[in-house]
């Protein structure tokens, strides 16, 4: 079973930034999705093995940035501009192919790691 280990969460204003780190990325594509109390976990950003694709919800086009380093096994979520409703645990998740918007299609999950944006 593997298991992804996430951090940098943390307590931020609003306009602020904060980068997330997930690991191992493996040779898995990977997403990052959120989960705010009471409401359902929401995708937030995936990319490719390769990296060279990349996928955005609208919520957080232009603002996040999703990269990885294969050679140090590593995704990294780059959360710029950050407003209070970005506040939510993060989860970094991996599947061994094919790109997704959906919790369900990624089998290996991390912990997550609470990102709080204060106004």
């Known amino acids: 079973q593997v298991q992804l280990v996430e951090s940098g969460g943390g307590l931020v204003q609003a306009g602020g930034s904060l980068r997330l780190s997930c690991a191992p990325s493996?040779?898995?594509?990977m997403g990052w999705f959120r989960q705010a109390p009471g409401k359902e976990r929401e995708f937030v950003a995936a990319?490719?093995?390769?990296?060279?694709?990349?996928y955005y919800s609208d919520s957080v086009k232009g603002r996040f940035t999703i990269s990885r380093a294969n050679a140090k096994n590593t995704v990294y979520l780059q959360m710029n501009s950050l407003k209070p409703e970005d506040t939510a645990v993060y989860y970094c998740?991996?599947?061994?192919?094919?790109?997704?918007?959906?919790?369900?299609?990624?089998?290996?999950w991390g912990q997550g790691t609470q990102v709080t944006v204060s106004s």
């Open positions: 493996s040779n898995y594509v």
């Open positions: 990319i490719s093995w390769s990296g060279i694709t990349t």
């Open positions: 998740a991996g599947k061994l192919s094919g790109m997704s918007d959906h919790f369900n299609d990624y089998p290996y």
